[in-house]
């Protein structure tokens, strides 16, 4: 097993020889940088690949064979430990994927070309770390270096109001990560039970129901204060209602490919910290606030779905579908079941594709249009009867949009129920009002819609050109990704499940 | 216990030396002409004397902890180290002095000559184990700092930095050796060790005058460290004083008080008492006022150096809280975080003074684009700020991350929630440098000439142990680790 055992490693570093490659190519060479990035996002998408065909999807937990795990710094128990199991191989896969299609879309690029691939292949490492690491430390510093690329990525190729954005966005997450820091030295050492250790394995288990803290007298469960510090730590970045208001700005102002890679891929690390962390540290803790979870995914269904409908910048719409159908993701979480969280995992995977898909089209349509009104503040349409004007555009922008509204035969349909399967049997009255996302959600989208793709051409988009070979070859996987998922999601099923049965069991014991 | 003095002065050979080099620069200083403008000779003996005096103190490292002079100094590994931080300091604050256009002349020797003065004082005061030796340290390193901070006589906010250090720092001299002769007239005794041992069986009337008096006391090494409520002076003296002088004050003298507060804490309030609790409440609270009152005071700055004087406050109260834990794990945290700090310190100050020599005045405009112009340097930059705000993998954050670790094990989950917010106060206005160097288009095109290559080298070169020991610290810590605190 020797050869296959340093896999994590190479997919975890490639890209980092990718930002490496790319500071010796000279600055003017621009076409040489983008082709150099796109054969290293390839071959990371193919090694992700080869780590899925390799996996054994019988195991539940860590898949022994790829595990690595380094000592790192001894005193403090702290290991380069990297592992994948079903939650997280997805998630990977999803990775490798996006970060490739984003090479591609984000060719038109011009503007210090140089250190934009170099940030954008930084920005996949970490987030690879993120997904692999196995020990909380780890996770934590690939958890915040992320920031850094993120901040520079959004910060100078981003739109009119990209300072803001960016500073919004880092202070946010550091802000969580910050609370997470303070839960994370105290599990170290609270575990006072010869724990003494940063091994997310190790943690988990509810090892600390019985612990208690005072506080200037008052007297606190351990276990309940500090997933609270987590929760808001991931929470931040998924994210839940009431912290979701970097998101919007972060999401508009962003570069297209950026973007995309926000939505599809970081936002999905906050659900996975609760898979990976906060649910198998807590877990009675867990069940304890489960209610509230769900109360908080029901707020985020509706409320993102009614602020999506208020909009009128139709990037932004998106990013408040994007609220709303992580809502999904929480309630799915909050149900504890098989197959809530079964569809939970799906839902990260299948919203990954499809929001993708949409942010993408937008950018498409960016490209052409340079701005992003349905109704611009004037009040005359900012876009009309693009159906006609672009007939291949229309019918990629369908999919994506069916496929993100959750209409039955693509993706978003399959996770959805899964989630409404799983969340029933314990949370009826939530359930109901939930379904009422999905209305919404239909609303929205249809309504936009109707609304830049019917009605009379508007003189401005008679000009448009159709989508070019480039960009219908970067939307095809994505396509095909929606509609093969939607029939037969059992490629992504079958890999979770056993993974996802371990997690649901060890919960239920509490 | 004691040695005889020649005994003593063999462990004292650092001090001497530096002694020596002061006196040896003064001379040197004396054989040159007023047309003389380059003085490389002096510089060359100044970096001798300092290398030497970092060679002593090197050896000095492995040797076991003594007390010297009939106990009223200790030499051990604790002090030695962070002698070696301040020695390095100076060194820093010697060659930016060199290079500097704010000083220039006659004024660059004499700022070489009093920062050694003052380095002799903290060297004294970060071995001081009996309250006298403990005040002439202290009054060694505040009288020359005076006159540092009122360098360029010319200047009205030099002048005033000057005199509102010297009264301030007259005041609570005088406040802190008040409460010296009452601990005095309690306890019988001025030896560290003998009032580490007395305070442990006291009478409750002792008590009532011993907590009173010990916050005099507080009052004086509070004011060295410039911790909340004791750091009024700071921000003035910070920015009116040259830059070079400002790199010097934010090291040397907060490291030397530090090293007392450390010292002091650990041999008077190791013990559980009421004594104990009352001066970890006092430092509990000093230390949360301190980083919040610092971080927020530094949000709406607008000259950096202004900003990097009050976020130095915030700086220390951090390392407050690894002080007031009373642990080894607390005091390893502190040295390392002064050691880390010592090199973040140094890049951010080189590189304001650089920008500074070129525009006259070091507003945050000023950095607008800088990375067009200077990528290599706005990098360093960069990774200085985000490593004084602490984010991984940068040194800065391996250093909170052992603050945050002793104040957990003690369970002061309040302070480390504080801490933890601060944290992300400060990364809003550090980040604010990063953002004008990186996302604002260059104001204009012209070359800044402190960049020099071989300026570029030395910041780049100071910045590597900023991001080596964020990723690999686990020999910095262990040497840390080693450098215990004398106790009898």
Same mark, same amino acid.
């Given at each position: 097993m020797q050869a296959s055992s340093n896999l994590l490693n190479w997919i975890l570093w490639m890209p980092f020889i990718g930002v490496l490659g790319i500071l010796f190519i000279p600055k003017a060479k621009e076409t040489a940088i983008r082709v150099w990035s796109l054969i290293n996002t390839t071959v990371t998408f193919a090694l992700t690949l080869v780590l899925y065909a390799k996996f054994d999807t019988t195991v539940p937990g860590m898949q022994v064979p790829f595990n690595i795990s380094v000592p790192w710094i001894k005193s403090f128990n702290i290991f380069?430990?990297?592992?994948? $199991?079903?939650?997280?191989?997805?998630?990977?896969?999803?990775?490798?994927?996006?970060?490739?299609?984003?090479?591609?879309?984000?060719?038109?690029?011009?503007?210090?070309?140089?250190?934009? +691939?170099?940030?954008?292949?930084?920005?996949?490492?970490?987030?690879?770390?993120?997904?692999?690491?196995?020990?909380?430390?780890?996770?934590? =510093?690939?958890?915040?270096?992320?920031? &850094?690329?993120?901040?520079?990525?959004?910060?100078?190729?981003? %739109?009119?109001?990209?300072?803001?954005?960016?500073?919004?966005?880092?202070?946010?997450?550091?802000?969580?990560?910050?609370?997470?820091? #303070?839960?994370? =030295?105290?599990?170290?050492?609270?575990?006072? !039970?010869?724990? $003494?250790?940063?091994?997310?394995?190790?943690?988990?288990?509810?090892?600390?129901? $019985?612990?208690?803290?005072?506080?200037?007298?008052?007297?606190?469960?351990f276990a309940k204060l500090f997933f609270v510090f987590l929760f808001i730590g991931f929470a931040i970045k998924v994210p839940v209602f009431p912290f979701h208001t970097w998101l919007p700005h972060a999401h508009v102002q962003a570069p297209t490919a950026i973007s995309v890679i926000l939505a599809g891929v970081l936002l999905k690390m906050g659900t996975y910290g609760f898979l990976r962390i906060a649910f198998p540290i807590f877990p009675e803790a867990t069940i304890y606030f489960s209610d509230a979870i769900a109360w908080l995914g029901l707020i985020n269904v509706i409320y993102g779905a009614f602020c999506a409908m208020a909009q009128t910048d139709v990037k932004k719409l998106v990013a408040y579908s994007s609220v709303s159908h992580m809502g999904f993701v929480m309630l799915g979480l909050a149900a504890l079941t098989v197959t809530g969280v079964n569809g939970a995992v799906l839902q990260m995977f299948n919203h990954g594709t499809s929001t993708a898909m949409?942010?993408?089209?937008? @950018?498409?349509?960016?490209?052409?249009?340079?701005?992003?009104?349905? =109704?611009?503040?004037?009040?005359?349409?900012?876009?009309?009867?693009?159906?006609?004007q672009l007939p291949k555009f229309s019918i990629i922008f369908i999919i994506a949009m069916f496929a993100s509204m959750g209409l039955p035969g693509l993706s978003g349909f399959i996770s959805e129920a899964l989630i409404f399967l799983g969340i029933y049997e314990r949370f009826t009255t939530i359930t109901v009002l939930a379904l009422l996302g999905l209305l919404l959600g239909a609303a929205y989208l249809l309504w936009m819609f109707k609304r830049m793709f019917f009605g009379d051409v508007i003189e401005e988009c008679k000009s448009y050109t159709d989508m070019n070979a480039r960009e219908i070859f970067y939307m095809?996987?994505?396509?095909?990704?929606?509609?093969?998922? *939607?029939?037969?999601?059992?490629?992504?099923?079958? #890999?979770m499940r056993a993974s996802v049965g371990n997690l649901v069991s060890m919960l239920a014991k509490f | 216990m004691g040695l005889n003095y020649l005994a003593?002065?063999?462990?004292? #050979?650092?001090?001497?030396?530096?002694?020596?080099?002061?006196? %040896?620069?003064?001379?040197?200083?004396?054989?040159?002409?007023?047309?003389?403008?380059?003085?490389?000779?002096?510089?060359?003996?100044?970096?001798?004397?300092?290398?030497?005096?970092?060679?002593?103190?090197?050896?000095?490292?492995?040797? /076991?902890?003594?007390?010297?002079?009939?106990?009223?100094? =200790?030499?051990?590994?604790?002090?030695?180290?962070?002698?070696?931080?301040?020695?390095?300091?100076?060194?820093?604050?010697?060659?930016?002095?060199?290079?500097?256009?704010?000083?220039?002349?006659?004024?660059?020797?004499?700022?070489?000559?009093?920062?050694? *003065?003052?380095?002799? %004082?903290?060297?004294?005061?970060?071995?001081?184990?009996?309250?006298?030796?403990?005040?002439?340290?202290? /009054?060694?390193?505040? &009288?020359?700092?005076?006159?540092?901070?009122?360098?360029? !006589?010319?200047?009205?906010?030099?002048? /005033?930095? *000057?005199?509102?250090?010297?009264?301030? @720092?007259?005041?609570?001299?005088?406040?802190?050796?008040?409460?010296?002769?009452?601990? +005095?007239?309690?306890?019988?005794?001025?030896?560290?060790?003998?009032?580490?041992?007395?305070?442990?069986?006291?009478?409750?009337?002792?008590?009532?005058?011993?907590?009173?008096?010990?916050l005099l006391f507080l009052a004086g090494l509070g004011y060295k460290i410039a911790c909340v409520p004791f750091h009024m002076w700071s921000p003035d003296?910070?920015?009116?004083?040259? &830059?070079?002088?400002?790199?010097?004050?934010? #090291?040397?003298?907060?490291?030397?008080?530090?090293?007392?507060?450390?010292?002091?804490?650990?041999?008077? +309030?190791?013990?559980?008492?009421?004594?104990?609790?009352?001066?970890?409440? &006092?430092?509990?609270?000093?230390?949360?006022?301190?980083?919040?009152?610092g971080n927020i005071s530094a949000i709406g700055q607008r000259s950096v150096k202004r900003m990097l004087a009050y976020s130095s406050i915030s700086h220390a109260g951090v390392m407050l809280l690894g002080i007031l834990v009373i642990s080894e794990v607390g005091i390893r945290s502190v040295v390392f975080y002064a050691i880390t700090y010592l090199f973040m310190n140094l890049v951010a100050f080189y590189i304001v003074s650089f920008v500074n020599d070129k525009y006259g005045n070091d507003h945050f405009e000023r950095f607008n684009g800088l990375i067009y112009r200077y990528p290599v340097m706005s990098i360093m930059m960069a990774i200085t700020m985000f490593s004084l705000a602490g984010l991984p993998p940068f040194s800065g954050f391996v250093a909170k991350f052992h603050i945050f670790n002793a104040i957990v094990i003690k369970k002061y989950y309040v302070l480390a929630i504080i801490a933890g917010l601060n944290s992300v106060i400060s990364m809003y206005y550090y980040m604010k440098i990063i953002r004008l160097m990186v996302l604002k288009p260059a104001e204009s095109e012209e070359q800044i000439s402190g960049f020099s290559l071989l300026n570029q080298g030395i910041i780049v070169s100071l910045t590597v142990p900023v991001l080596f020991l964020g990723i690999f610290w686990e020999k910095i810590m262990l040497v840390a680790t080693n450098a215990k605190i004398f106790l009898e």
């Open positions: 380069y430990k990297l592992g994948v $199991d079903g939650i997280s191989l997805p998630m990977i896969v999803l990775t490798g994927l996006l970060f490739l299609i984003c090479v591609l879309s984000s060719w038109t690029v011009k503007k210090q070309v140089k250190a934009y +691939f170099a940030l954008f292949l930084f920005l996949q490492s970490t987030v690879f770390g993120v997904f692999f690491a196995m020990d909380f430390f780890l996770f934590y =510093v690939y958890w915040e270096v992320m920031l &850094i690329p993120m901040f520079f990525l959004i910060g100078i190729w981003g %739109g009119e109001n990209r300072e803001y954005a960016a500073v919004k966005f880092f202070l946010y997450t550091f802000l969580g990560s910050i609370l997470m820091l #303070v839960g994370m =030295v105290a599990l170290y050492y609270a575990s006072g !039970k010869g724990i $003494d250790s940063f091994d997310i394995l190790a943690l988990q288990g509810g090892k600390f129901s $019985d612990l208690t803290l005072t506080i200037f007298g008052a007297t606190f469960s949409m942010f993408l089209m937008i @950018g498409v349509l960016y490209e052409r249009s340079h701005h992003r009104w349905i =109704v611009r503040p004037d009040g005359s349409k900012g876009f009309g009867g693009l159906y006609t095809l996987p994505l396509c095909v990704a929606v509609i093969v998922f *939607g029939i037969y999601p059992s490629p992504v099923l079958d #890999v | 003593s002065l063999s462990h004292f #050979v650092p001090e001497l030396l530096a002694c020596v080099t002061m006196f %040896g620069l003064i001379l040197i200083e004396a054989t040159y002409k007023e047309e003389h403008k380059e003085r490389g000779l002096f510089f060359f003996a100044a970096y001798i004397g300092f290398a030497s005096v970092l060679t002593f103190l090197c050896l000095n490292l492995k040797h /076991e902890a003594v007390a010297i002079f009939t106990n009223s100094a =200790v030499i051990d590994p604790f002090s030695t180290l962070l002698k070696i931080v301040m020695v390095l300091g100076t060194m820093g604050a010697t060659y930016l002095v060199s290079q500097s256009k704010d000083i220039e002349g006659n004024l660059r020797p004499e700022f070489t000559i009093m920062a050694t *003065g003052v380095l002799v %004082g903290g060297m004294l005061l970060s071995s001081a184990n009996n309250m006298l030796l403990l005040y002439i340290g202290i /009054e060694t390193l505040s &009288i020359l700092s005076y006159v540092l901070a009122s360098l360029k !006589k010319s200047d009205d906010r030099s002048s /005033e930095a *000057g005199l509102k250090y010297s009264l301030y @720092g007259g005041i609570s001299a005088g406040i802190m050796l008040f409460g010296m002769s009452h601990i +005095f007239g309690v306890l019988g005794t001025i030896n560290f060790t003998e009032i580490g041992v007395a305070l442990q069986e006291l009478t409750t009337v002792q008590v009532a005058i011993l907590l009173p008096s010990f003296v910070y920015e009116g004083s040259p &830059i070079p002088v400002t790199t010097f004050f934010s #090291v040397v003298p907060k490291v030397a008080g530090l090293a007392a507060l450390i010292r002091i804490t650990t041999v008077f +309030f190791s013990h559980e008492g009421a004594m104990n609790m009352g001066w970890v409440g &006092i430092l509990s609270v000093i230390a949360a006022l301190t980083m919040t009152v």
